[in-house]
């Protein structure tokens, strides 16, 4: 993907009619978020579909194994 990284993440999302967009939070300060602009209601404008932020890090592996174990 190219481009801003909210826009390309809302262009994928649509182009595979995806059920479900997960995104991590970065545990960012007030003044960063401030900064750097809302990404999660900047992509739920852009997406029409779920959008999950999580908060918890995991390892690529866990995700995937997780995603496994749900049939994805």
């Not at 809302?10 to 602009?37: M, N, P, Y």
């Amino acid at each position: 993907m190219v481009g801003e990284p909210a826009a390309a993440i809302g262009a994928f999302a649509k182009e595979i009619a995806a059920d479900l967009v997960v995104l991590g939070h970065r545990r960012k300060s007030f003044f960063e978020r401030w900064w750097s602009g809302p990404s999660g209601t900047y992509i739920s404008d852009l997406i029409d579909c779920s959008l999950l932020i999580s908060r918890k890090t995991i390892s690529d592996e866990a995700f995937e194994a997780a995603l496994r174990s749900a049939g994805g």
